[in-house]
């Protein structure tokens, strides 16, 4: 079973700042890898897939990279909205998922 | 526009069996793109992934789950369903269905909050 850790677990950032969120496969996912954003009383909305494409309608401000066990997304420049909880989530054996346990972005 | 509708007890007693129905309307549940599935949610926690079944019926079930899971599909009604036995308050939780594309979740429903208590 394929675990993901995602660090750190809180981020806090200013509007307009850089930040930068990561997650850690247990074992090879190529790049079978999406990125989540959930805010409260909300389901999680997908931002990007195949670890580095994004969704429909995601702003460029969110970019993903990596490949194999270690992935990062990168919020180019916090916008009030974008303080929520980010997920990642492996599927190289779809349709198993498997999700990270969060990093919360929150306002300094 | 595709939406997703869970329908469930709110409340199960411990040992007993927890059931939720998904509704599917503005799409075809029929579609050959798509799994459609079931993930759970507790307070401050990251998703699990329930298991996921094709319009064929074939179905795909999270390892630690199995033994007590059968997820199933009405294509007559366009609805999937969850059963899951003998719960125990660690089954507590936010239960969403989903559809799910062969790299993303593209559409939710809402949730349906499921309490395991006597």
């Known amino acids: 079973e394929i675990k993901m850790t995602q660090s750190p677990a809180t981020v806090s950032g200013s509007p307009g700042e850089r930040v930068t969120l990561s997650c850690r496969a247990s074992q090879t996912v190529a790049n079978s890898l999406a990125w989540y954003q959930q805010k409260p009383g909300q389901a999680p909305r997908v931002l990007i897939y195949g670890a580095s494409t994004r969704a429909t309608g995601i702003p460029a401000r969110f970019s993903g990279s990596g490949s194999g066990t270690e992935f990062t997304l990168t919020i180019s420049s916090l916008q009030s909205e974008d303080f929520a909880v980010y997920y990642c989530?492996?599927?190289?054996?779809?349709?198993?998922?498997?999700f990270g346990g969060g990093t919360k972005v929150e306002i300094k | 526009q595709l939406q997703l509708q869970e329908s469930g007890p709110g409340l199960v007693k411990p040992s007993e069996t927890l059931s939720v129905t998904c509704t599917v309307s503005?799409?075809?549940?029929?579609?050959?793109?798509?799994?459609w599935g079931w993930i759970r949610q507790t307070p401050g926690k990251g998703p699990q992934w329930i298991g996921s079944i094709y319009f064929s019926g074939r179905a795909h079930y999270n390892p630690s789950l199995k033994s007590r899971l059968i997820i199933s599909i009405d294509r007559s009604k366009n609805q999937f369903s969850l059963r899951l036995t003998s719960v125990t308050a660690a089954d507590s939780a936010l239960y969403y269905c989903?559809?799910?594309?062969?790299?993303?979740?593209?559409?939710w429903g809402q949730g349906t909050l499921v309490t395991v208590s006597s």
């Open positions: 503005g799409g075809s549940i029929s579609s050959p793109d798509y799994y």
């Open positions: 989530q492996e599927y190289n054996n779809w349709p198993s998922l498997t």
């Open positions: 989903a559809r799910q594309s062969e790299v993303e979740i593209d559409n």
